[in-house]
């Protein structure tokens, strides 16, 4: 009830005339049955741009970070992030993460639409780095289509470390759903988990005009933030 209220009529309305979103292939969504949106990922406002278009609820899973806060601003961000649609996902590795990836799996096993940016974070320069296998096993536990998606400019209305968007317009790009089902039973396989990540990755790449670089995004983070170390220090 919360979600349709935000959506159609208390930030919806209001986000939908500031950023006035230009879509393609929104007929690519089913109108029904589980499936896993995969986007790239280049702003903290592609999860709640994305859903102003759909017509179906989509669950995305955001870091646990943006749950975990204290006193009553952590209590609110939590209930708000929840209340949009936000799951939260454990990136430690282990046990944790697999917790996080069962919740998601429960979702679409129910039927529902889940976004997932297999980079795992967001990129810090525009590019698109290599994806993380775990939507892979999640397409093979599923047994759900994979529906690409490219948002396109999020990054100048919000970059990194901006708290606030600017007034701007943005795009998104739907591609066709993507079959694997050739490679059901075949989980434990870790090349096979590869082999889908890295498809799902072309496909993205082929949707937009990013450079791909075949790298993960947070090693990527890593080295971008230690240069400016460095450079601070010798200030």
């Given at each position: 009830?919360?979600?349709?209220?935000l959506?159609?009529?208390?930030?919806?309305?209001?986000?939908?005339?500031v950023?006035?979103?230009?879509?393609v292939?929104?007929?690519?969504?089913?109108e029904?049955?589980?499936a896993?949106?995969?986007g790239n990922?280049?702003?903290?406002i592609d999860s709640f741009?994305?859903p102003?278009?759909l017509?179906?609820?989509?669950?995305?899973l955001?870091?646990s970070?943006?749950f975990?806060g204290?006193?009553v601003?952590?209590?609110?961000?939590?209930w708000?992030?929840?209340?949009?649609?936000?799951?939260p996902?454990d990136?430690s590795g282990?046990?944790?993460?697999?917790?996080s990836?069962?919740a998601?799996?429960e979702?679409?096993?129910?039927?529902?639409l889940?976004?997932?940016?297999?980079e795992?974070?967001?990129?810090p320069?525009g590019k698109?780095?290599?994806g993380r296998?775990?939507?892979a096993r999640?397409v093979?536990?599923?047994r759900?289509?994979?529906?690409?998606?490219v948002m396109?400019d999020t990054?100048?209305i919000?970059?990194?470390?901006?708290?606030?968007?600017?007034v701007g317009?943005?795009?998104?790009?739907?591609?066709?759903?993507?079959?694997?089902?050739?490679?059901?039973n075949?989980?434990?396989d870790r090349?096979?988990l590869?082999?889908?990540?890295?498809?799902?990755?072309v496909t993205i790449n082929?949707?937009?005009?990013?450079e791909y670089?075949d790298?993960?995004?947070?090693?990527?983070?890593?080295r971008?933030?230690?240069?400016?170390k460095?450079?601070a220090?010798?200030?």
């Amino acid at each position: 009830m919360i979600y349709w209220l935000l959506r159609h009529w208390i930030v919806g309305p209001y986000m939908t005339r500031v950023f006035r979103p230009w879509v393609v292939g929104l007929d690519n969504l089913p109108e029904s049955g589980g499936a896993i949106i995969a986007g790239n990922h280049l702003s903290v406002i592609d999860s709640f741009l994305m859903p102003l278009v759909l017509q179906r609820r989509v669950y995305f899973l955001a870091k646990s970070d943006y749950f975990n806060g204290k006193g009553v601003k952590g209590r609110l961000l939590r209930w708000f992030f929840l209340a949009v649609g936000q799951l939260p996902m454990d990136r430690s590795g282990g046990e944790k993460s697999s917790q996080s990836l069962n919740a998601a799996l429960e979702h679409l096993q129910g039927g529902q639409l889940i976004g997932i940016y297999p980079e795992g974070t967001r990129s810090p320069d525009g590019k698109l780095y290599r994806g993380r296998t775990g939507v892979a096993r999640m397409v093979l536990d599923a047994r759900v289509p994979v529906i690409p998606c490219v948002m396109v400019d999020t990054e100048k209305i919000m970059p990194i470390g901006r708290r606030l968007p600017r007034v701007g317009r943005i795009g998104m790009i739907f591609g066709e759903p993507i079959d694997f089902s050739r490679y059901y039973n075949l989980e434990g396989d870790r090349f096979v988990l590869r082999s889908i990540t890295d498809e799902i990755m072309v496909t993205i790449n082929r949707l937009s005009d990013q450079e791909y670089v075949d790298v993960y995004a947070s090693s990527a983070k890593a080295r971008v933030e230690a240069e400016r170390k460095a450079l601070a220090a010798r200030r």
